[in-house]
T-cell receptor
Framework: KQEVTQIPAALSVPEGENLVLNCSFT??????LQWFRQDPGKGLTSLLL?????REQTSGRLNASLDKSSGRSTLYIAASQPGDSATYLC???????????FGKGTRLHILP | DAGITQSPRYKITETGRQVTLMCHQT?????MFWYRQDLGHGLRLIYY?????ITDKGEVPDGYVVSRSKTENFPLTLESATRSQTSVYFC???WGQGTNSPLHFGNGTRLTVT
């Protein structure tokens, strides 16, 4: 059974710092991995999707990497801003299955 | 507006009542999903659907019923609500199987069972 873990559960960093959020999964047979952002009281917004054949994806100040063999993904946020404060979740689509399994998220607070 | 909409936004119901949460998407996405989000548990998959008239159980399907007679709608029914079903429910859609397309979420329904 695929399990997705995100550590830490919460993180506070000063504005302007670069930071890394971590995601690990137990079964390396994944089809893709997505990173999402969730603001309080809102739904999830997809940030980046990495296909199983890819090593990384970039969008603006965000860079997501994928290491299937070790069951890990990271989301790198450059030059953090207060507006980046949110909960970040990763999710994996299991290869050969329609299910998409989520981690519990990392709550990020950027200190002005 | 195009997108995925959930209704109602908030719902309070009593134990034992039947309640239906609605989800509508305008993209003609094949796949639709229902998740519940609870503190300490994160997002858990309740049911999903690969196409009209095709549904399948997720991680926590007990106490829930779904149907999908039309591609754009995927209602979730709690047949006899229990307090443990108090949660925030999210509907999501995705273009199709075999494609690396992102998951799109609605804004959720906050359900309280008293």
């Amino acid at each position: 059974k695929q399990e997705v873990t995100q550590i830490p559960a919460a993180l506070s960093v000063p504005e302007g710092e670069n930071l890394v959020l971590n995601c690990s999964f137990t079964d390396s047979a994944i089809y893709n991995l997505q990173w999402f952002r969730q603001d309080p009281g809102k739904g999830l917004t997809s940030l980046l999707l990495i296909q199983s054949s890819q090593r990384e994806q970039t969008s603006g100040r965000l860079n997501a990497s994928l290491d299937k063999s070790s069951g890990r993904s990271t989301l790198y946020i450059a030059a953090s801003q207060p507006g980046d404060s949110a909960t970040y979740l990763c999710a994996v689509k299991v290869d050969g299955d329609d299910k998409i399994i989520f981690g519990k998220g990392t709550r990020l607070h950027i200190l002005p | 507006d195009a997108g995925i909409t959930q209704s109602p936004r908030y719902k309070i119901t009593e134990t034992g009542r039947q309640v239906t949460l609605m989800c509508h998407q305008t993209w003609s996405h094949s796949y639709m999903f229902w998740y519940r989000q609870d503190l300490g548990h994160g997002l858990r998959l309740i049911y999903y659907s690969a196409a009209a008239d095709i549904t399948d159980k997720g991680e926590v399907p007990d106490g829930y019923v779904v149907s999908r007679s039309k591609t754009e709608n995927f209602p979730l029914t709690l047949e006899s609500a229990t307090r443990s079903q108090t949660s925030v429910y999210f509907c999501a859609s995705q273009w199709g199987q075999g494609t690396n397309s992102p998951l799109h979420f609605g804004n959720g329904t906050r359900l309280t069972v008293t």
